[in-house]
């Protein structure tokens, strides 16, 4: 399990000890993995699968918790989110390769006592399950075997995933909400609010909405993540952090303690709880801090992905594809359409490249413009050199503007524009 605390911007992702395993501020990592390539991420997971469990027989490969595998097929899921790697969180990897094995057992007929299936199914997820666990398990372990048990027992193939596939119906879904619900790139949608694509999405797949695709949990806490390890190396790598928080937090205790009898002005202070309480009111006086938190509980990969787009679109977040790379990306103006990444192959950002790119093409289908932008730099390259004052530039600029005007209304030829722009403009503006 995590608990999910909407930002200003985007989410923090954290245990319930308190652990911030991730934060997001741009939803870039959603937006990646609905971009991304599952091809290495299915083959590490196939590989894996295979060195565990013999496909004919279904009888354990190997021995042990050790496997290589295991660490890249962690290292291709984090690839594709930062919080697939790691099973602690969110259980995903163990549910899917348990859920590839339900399906190969159904589909072959391959009859297993509970003790074999539970014995077998261990066997096949030691090596993730050991891999990367932050702090202990959140979940515990019988509840995810326990489950999917039940749904080999009963033979039943509506509640299996599809293994591996599961991530790919998963990005599916994933650009559905977002071309439908928060997509501003969206043309056909463009004069609809939130709110109304929420309830077009709704009408036109004949689900409950968003909102209610998955059950959130909301929770309330007084309380912010009280660390930030966002990895086991930094928790390892930071002790003395460690100890200055548990003496913090011991000595706000023993505060807390004594308040706990304040109730009303009518109670004394001795010198230091009256010091100690003036000080923290000037803190809270000038911090900006968020007071109040929300959270929500979610139990798995695709728990957190829906819950994340139900985030954004109740906070009406405007999301455009770049013009250039096509990816997904927060536009704080509608009227940004390029994105400030760096795109493969590319030496300079969307928003520095694309633009001109935009407009060399518009150029090479528009002969009028083509000449004009040509002239223009001529003749501003001669006001820059100082053989042309800017008051001369200014009319020439304008009067050039209404002439391409001319031209793309059909009220003169393209060849008598271009000839116009060639005069001299000192005789062009002394008639």
């Not at 066997?123 to 999917?148: M, N, S, V, W, Y």
């Not at 409950?208 to 929770?219: A, K, P, W």
């Not at 985030?311 to 103006?333: I, N, W």
Request: proline share 2%; hydrophobic share 35%.
């Amino acid at each position: 399990m995590l608990l999910i605390r909407p930002r200003e911007t985007g989410y923090s992702a954290g245990t319930p000890y308190g652990d911030v395993v991730l934060q997001s501020g741009d939803h870039q990592e959603l937006f990646d993995f609905v971009e991304a390539d599952l091809t290495l991420f299915q083959q590490s997971f196939t590989s894996f699968f295979e060195s565990r469990i013999d496909k004919a027989s279904a009888e354990c490969i190997g021995a042990g918790i050790q496997s290589v595998l295991a660490r890249e097929l962690c290292d291709r899921a984090r690839e594709v989110h930062p919080l697939l790697g790691n099973d602690s969180y969110l259980d995903s990897l163990s549910t899917m390769l348990i859920d590839y094995l339900n399906a190969m057992l159904i589909h072959r007929s391959i009859d297993f006592t509970e003790e074999q299936y539970l014995k077998t199914a261990i066997h096949l997820t030691d090596p993730i399950f050991h891999c990367g666990i932050a702090r202990g398990r959140i979940k515990p372990r019988h509840e995810l075997l326990e489950a999917q048990y039940r749904i080999y027992e009963k033979r039943d193939t509506k509640a299996l995933m599809g293994g591996h596939v599961h991530m790919v119906r998963l990005q599916k879904q994933l650009r559905l909400w977002l071309y439908w619900i928060l997509d501003a790139s969206a043309a056909r949608f463009s004069k609809l609010t939130i709110d109304e694509r929420c309830r077009l999405y709704r009408q036109v797949f004949n689900t409950s909405g968003i909102s209610s695709d998955l059950i959130f949990t909301e929770r309330f806490s007084w309380s912010k993540p009280r660390r930030e390890i966002l990895s086991v190396d930094a928790l390892v790598q930071r002790p003395e952090e460690i100890l200055e928080w548990q003496e913090g937090t011991g000595e706000r205790k023993d505060y807390a303690i004594a308040f706990r009898e304040l109730d009303g002005d009518a109670v004394e202070l001795n010198g230091e709880l009256d010091r100690y309480l003036k000080g923290e009111i000037d803190k809270a006086k000038q911090s900006d801090e968020v007071a109040l938190f929300n959270e929500y509980e979610v139990n798995d990969f695709a728990h957190l992905v829906a819950l994340e787009v139900r985030l954004m679109a109740g906070e009406s977040t405007s999301v455009k594809r770049c013009r250039h790379c096509s990816r997904y990306f927060l536009a704080e103006k509608t009227t940004i359409e390029y994105c400030t990444r760096i795109a493969p192959g590319e030496s300079a950002p969307c928003d520095v490249i694309g633009p001109k790119q935009s407009f060399s093409r518009l150029l090479e289908g528009d002969g009028a413009l083509k000449a004009y932008n040509s002239a223009y730099k001529t003749f501003y390259a001669r006001q820059r050199r100082g053989t042309m004052s800017e008051a001369e530039f200014s009319s020439w600029r304008d009067e050039a503007k209404r002439r391409l005007q001319d031209v793309r209304e059909g009220k003169i030829a393209l060849e008598e524009y271009t000839t116009w722009l060639k005069q001299d403009v000192r005789k062009w503006t002394a008639n």
